[in-house]
Nanobody
Framework: QVQLVESGGAWVRPGESLRLSCTAS????????LCWFRQAPGKEREWVAF????????NYADSVKGRFAISRDNDKNTVYLQLNDLKPDDTAVYHC????????????????WGQGTQVTVSA
């Protein structure tokens, strides 16, 4: 049974930083590509970042490139998302999932999501 547990979200002011964590179980973590997604109020869920399973290659949505950094610790079955220089538009619930690249976009592998972690950026 796949479990995804996100944490680390908070209310912050513009320009501040946060580090999100997601601990996963129930699948081959070290061999899997992993993604962070986010969903803002009234909007569809969007892909944010990807890290591959073999060589930790990363990729980012244009909206976060240069500000966010994804990393992983396979010994802890945990994927991280460092959020720097946060903006109000980054306000969303952030989720992780096993991810893959298909038809020109990153998509989640599992239909079941964790509870997510809320990031709120406002002055």
């Amino acid at each position: 049974q796949v479990q995804l547990v996100e944490s680390g979200g908070a209310w912050v002011r513009p320009g501040e930083s946060l580090r999100l964590s997601c601990t996963a179980s129930g699948f081959d973590f070290s061999g899997s590509g992993l993604c962070w997604f986010r969903q803002a109020p009234g909007k569809e869920r969007e892909w944010v970042a990807f890290i591959s399973g073999i060589d930790a290659t990363t990729n980012y949505a244009d909206s976060v490139k240069g500000r966010f950094a994804i990393s992983r610790d396979n010994d802890k079955n945990t994927v991280y998302l460092q959020l720097n220089d946060l903006k109000p538009d980054d306000t969303a619930v952030y989720h992780c999932n096993r991810g893959l690249y298909s038809s020109g976009r990153y998509i989640p592998v599992y239909g079941t999501w964790g509870q997510g972690t809320q990031v709120t950026v406002s002055a």
